[in-house]
């Protein structure tokens, strides 16, 4: 996708919800929740919580394509079970720095919902970190995205329960929650450390909690380990823009 205006960081402009969104020139990944959240009081959700953060804290990652002012997003990893799988398709405007989205299908929010965007500035830090990558694990599937200055990451287990209803339940709210990881923020490296601020994230006991990291790069593989900030975990990722 040459000169492809998408490409790049783009925080939300809403009174009522903060986030990242950042397409390369294939994969996207966009996590949003509400501005002015609060951190819950607990090492875990309650199911309250869960279903609260499930209902109110959308993210999504993946491929995607364009077709004039239509972009279809398929999902690789996404919050809520019920939506795995299901395209997204919105159609967009770009006015100078500002993108606006409007739902057309296969959206989280009713058809018609509208979100505004603002491009933000990009630094060549030289990170070997940016561009696109995706999870290599047999349990798991995910994309995490760097710019110079930004990252979104969105993963899933592979295998997940649907809710029974049109609606979650709190316990099948807290079992989502828990089967999907997405954190968006800003980024600084030092050596083999990262360190990720949190703008918007899915787990409400993880709300402006920085994540520290270790990680290494050989090739087109990254091999990353929680050293702070997050549940305990390895994992490695598979460069793919």
């Known amino acids: 996708m040459a000169n492809n205006p998408l490409v790049g960081a783009w925080e939300r402009v809403s009174d009522s919800h903060v986030g990242v969104l950042i397409y390369t020139g294939s994969h996207y990944s966009a996590v949003m929740a509400p501005k002015d959240r609060q951190r819950s009081s607990g090492e875990r959700a309650t199911p309250d919580e869960a279903l609260a953060a499930l209902n109110s804290c959308p993210a999504l990652a993946g491929t995607y394509t364009v077709s004039g002012s239509r972009i279809t997003q398929i999902r690789v990893a996404n919050t809520r079970p019920n939506l795995s799988g299901r395209p997204a398709v919105v159609d967009y405007t770009i006015d100078g720095d500002t993108l606006t989205s409007t739902g057309v ?137």
């Open 105 to 241: 299908s296969g959206g989280a929010a009713a058809p018609g919902a509208v979100n505004t965007w603002r491009r933000l500035p990009d630094s060549d830090t030289g990170s070997p970190l940016i561009g696109a990558w995706e999870l290599v694990d047999d349990a798991r599937q995910g994309v995490l995205i760097y710019t110079g200055t930004h990252y979104a990451v969105v993963q899933m287990q592979k295998e997940r329960n649907l809710p029974k209803g049109d609606q979650y339940t709190p316990e099948e709210a807290l079992e989502a929650l828990y089967t999907c990881g997405a954190l968006a923020g800003t980024y600084t490296v030092s050596g083999g450390t990262l360190t990720m601020e949190r703008t918007a994230n899915t787990r409400p006991e993880s709300v402006g909690v920085t994540a520290v990291w270790e990680f290494t790069v050989e090739g087109d593989v990254m091999k990353g380990r929680v050293v702070s900030g997050s549940a305990a975990d390895e994992a490695t990722w598979r460069r793919v823009s």
